[in-house]
């Protein structure tokens, strides 16, 4: 059975650092990309970005592309989603999910439960 | 970078046919695929690659895309169906291939 189990909730403040994570189990790691989907309060979907774990080949949203850091540890099979210095603004549900990608398509076909982070001082 | 245009909010009586349109320029040659997302869960994927279900998806959801807007059709609505649904794309031109849509939530009435 494919699981992505994502790390528990944060509570942090403004400026710390922050690193969460992903692991899958039920398949072949190396094989699928992973991406991270923020979902601010009442909002929707914005993909952060993806990233092959065979060989860390990484891709960031505009949005995002320097102000996060994806990363992924194939040894143990996870993925983190990193902040160096976090803003109130960070605050939202964060969920990773395994993309099923060919040359012209890819969609994501498993979630992980998501991890809450709050920003407050 | 491309962009999937959704109306915020569809009602439907319980029973009845529920319709939620997703736009993006020529998106019919795109391959699209929608997402369910119920209060305080993960969404959860019903269609891809425009009209096919995944395995445990009822088959009172279905997919069509053509021109410059793609559908989902849900059939004889259920009180279960209230969620908030979002359309996606992989845009492969782009070195930034995912694209969401805004999202529509489903009100069942």
């Known amino acids: 059975e494919v699981q992505l189990v994502q790390s528990g909730a944060e509570v942090k403040k403004p400026g710390e650092s922050l690193k969460i994570s992903c692991k899958g189990s039920?398949?072949?790691?190396?094989?699928?990309?992973i991406g991270w989907v923020r979902q601010m309060p009442g909002k929707g979907l914005e993909w952060m970005g993806i990233?092959?774990?065979?060989?860390?080949?990484?891709r960031y949203s505009p949005s995002f592309q320097g102000q996060v850091t994806i990363s992924a540890d194939k040894s143990i099979s996870t993925a983190y989603l990193q902040w160096s210095s976090l803003k109130a603004s960070d605050t939202a549900m964060y969920y990773c999910?395994?993309?099923?990608?060919?040359?012209?398509?890819?969609?994501?076909?498993?979630w992980g439960q998501g991890t809450l982070v709050t920003v407050s001082s | 970078s491309y962009v999937l245009t959704q109306p915020p909010s569809v009602s439907v009586a319980p029973g009845k046919t529920a319709r939620i349109t997703c736009g993006g320029n020529?998106?019919?040659?795109?391959?699209v695929h929608w997402y369910q997302q119920k209060p305080g869960q993960a969404p959860v994927l019903v269609i891809y690659?425009?009209?096919d279900r995944p395995s445990g998806i009822p088959e009172r959801f279905s997919g069509s895309n053509s021109g410059n807007t793609a559908t989902l059709t849900i059939s004889r609505v259920e009180a279960g169906d209230e969620a908030d649904y979002y359309c996606?794309?992989?845009?492969?031109?782009?070195?930034?291939?995912?694209?969401f849509g805004g999202g529509t939530k489903l009100t069942v009435l």
């Open positions: 990233i092959y774990p065979g060989d860390s080949d990484t």
């Open positions: 690659y425009d009209s």
């Open positions: 039920g398949y072949s790691f190396t094989s699928y990309w």
């Open positions: 996606q794309v992989w845009d492969s031109s782009s070195d930034h291939p995912v694209v």
């Open positions: 020529n998106i019919g040659s795109k391959s």
């Open positions: 999910a395994r993309l099923i990608s060919t040359s012209d398509s890819g969609e994501f076909d498993y």
